[in-house]
T-cell receptor, first 112, second 113 residues
Framework: ETGVTQSPTHLIKTRGQQVTLRCSSQSGHNTVSWYQQALGQGPQFIFQYYREEENGRGNFPPRFSGLQFPNYSSELNVNALELDDSALYLC???????????FGPGTRLTVT | DQQVKQNSPSLSVQEGRISILNCDYTNSMFDYFLWYKKYPAEGPTFLISISSIKDKNEDGRFTVFLNKSAKHLSLHIVPSQPGDSAVYFCAASSFNRDDKIIFGKGTRLHILP
């Protein structure tokens, strides 16, 4: 049990639409990171938030954006959805300066 | 360009025997390595880690070995148990990392009865 929850579990969207995925981390996690895991691949880092500001970003376009709230919750927003955005999206809580991260179960996004 | 490579997509091991999962990396700036385990419909779970200043770290049945000169690490599970059947991800990070962890593609471990 990692103390990290995500919603919804599954989601189906149409190309061009926008989507918001949510994550709730446990007290004590002051960083939240988001990862995209395509089928047959490992998780790929999207970005991390610390103190409600973006603190590091992977190779993802600006249409991927996020928010971190004071209550240890976070959102991942994706605009102008593309078919290749279909993947499992993972949220991970952690502590600034620590390498270990604790993952939620993920949201499976399907773009048609 | 894969910086962390797990070249075996799957591995089958008899229950009670040793499971050895391998991982290679290309970025010499990596200074911390982690193994995660993932069951279906769950997120990856942190298993064990090792700093680049060490060559071995042990936690119960799990031992990680690091060979910096070869840019290679391995996870040993002894003895293997049915509950060890899962996908194992090798991951790496560096001090100047922007808090980014780079994952390999994973190895699916099957423990045979």
């Amino acid at each position: 049990e990692t103390g990290v929850t995500q919603s919804p579990t599954h989601l189906i969207k149409t190309r061009g639409q926008q989507v918001t995925l949510r994550c709730s981390s446990q007290s004590g996690h002051n960083t939240v990171s988001w990862y995209q895991q395509a089928l047959g691949q490992g998780p790929q880092f999207i970005f991390q938030y610390y103190r409600e500001e973006e603190n590091g970003r992977g190779n993802f376009p600006p249409r991927f954006s996020g928010l971190q709230f004071p209550n240890y919750s976070s959102e991942l927003n994706v605009n102008a959805l593309e078919l290749d955005d279909s993947a499992l999206y993972l949220c991970a809580g952690g502590l600034a300066g620590a390498y270990e991260q604790y993952f939620g179960p993920g949201t499976r996004l399907t773009v048609t | 360009d894969q910086q962390v490579k797990q070249n075996s997509p799957s591995l089958s091991v008899q229950e009670g025997r040793i499971s050895i999962l391998n991982c290679d990396y290309t970025n010499s700036m990596f200074d911390y390595f982690l193994w995660y385990k993932k069951y279906p419909a769950e997120g990856p779970t942190f298993l064990i880690s090792i700093s680049s200043i060490k060559d071995k770290n042990e936690d119960g049945r799990f031992t990680v070995f690091l060979n910096k000169s070869a840019k290679h690490l391995s996870l040993h599970i002894v003895p293997s148990q049915p509950g060890d059947s899962a996908v194992y991800f090798c991951a790496a990070s560096s001090f100047n990392r922007d808090d980014k962890i780079i994952f390999g593609k994973g190895t699916r471990l099957h423990i045979l009865p």
